[in-house]
T-cell receptor
């Protein structure tokens, strides 16, 4: 799996957009970018994933640069409940259960401030 | 309805004891996992089962033995508990379809094990 680099921590004002960057300069053509988050004392929660195109769902938007070497997770209107550790993971999407193991790094601790 | 449920949520026990953590998923997924999150907050995969068959067994001591009676359940039994086993253990499941479903895991709330 390609290595990812994320800032260790970020602050965001409540109600503002939270933009979380992720660098994955060694990503290969068949690797997807996944984002998960872990709210304190809870299990990790899937947010969004993408390959090349920008993606949006009810939780967030994922912007992937044209060269795919970096991406940004956008929470459009951050709330206090979005305070969590956010993990960016790059992984191929292969068949077979053994291919679905995910390696979680240190992530970015996002603090949403009132 | 909880999608992936683990019991117990908290477990405090003495060194040397044997304990089990149970996991059940009602999502109809084919693949289930156990992850361990240590005090430094790193999440590491321990085991993966696909349709009751062991697929992944990372470098985990033999004292840890997963058991999958059916594809909706994956239990974790730990023998001769040691201090270093103290951690939060997360169960997860995955539909097993690629590419859109691949790597989209649903995690349980975790089971915090404290070994004294």
């Amino acid at each position: 799996d390609a290595k990812t680099t994320q800032p260790p921590s970020m602050d965001c004002a409540e109600g503002r957009a939270a933009n979380l960057p992720c660098n994955h300069s060694t990503i290969s053509g068949n690797e997807y970018v996944y984002w998960y988050r872990q709210i304190h004392s809870q299990g990790p929660q899937y947010i969004i994933h993408g390959l090349k195109n920008n993606e949006t769902n009810e939780m967030a938007s994922l912007i992937i640069t044209e060269d795919r070497k970096s991406s940004t997770l956008i929470l459009p209107h951050a709330t206090l409940r979005d305070t969590a550790v956010y993990y960016c993971i790059v992984r191929v999407a292969l068949s077979g259960a053994g291919s679905y193991q995910l390696t979680f790094g240190k992530g970015t601790k996002l603090s949403v401030i009132p | 309805d909880t999608a992936v449920s683990q019991t117990p949520k908290y477990l405090v026990t003495q060194m040397g004891n044997d304990k089990s953590i149970k996991c059940e998923q009602n999502l109809g997924h084919d693949t289930m996992y156990w992850y361990k999150q240590d005090s430094k907050k790193f999440l590491k995969i321990m085991f993966s089962y696909n349709n009751k068959e062991l697929i992944i067994n990372e470098t985990v001591p033999n004292r840890f033995s997963p058991k999958s009676p059916d594809k909706a359940h994956l239990n974790l039994h730990i023998n001769s508990l040691e201090l270093g086993d103290s951690a939060v253990y997360f169960c997860a499941s995955n539909p097993g379809h690629r590419p859109s479903g691949a790597n989209v895991l649903t995690f349980g709330a975790g089971s915090r094990l404290t070994v004294l």
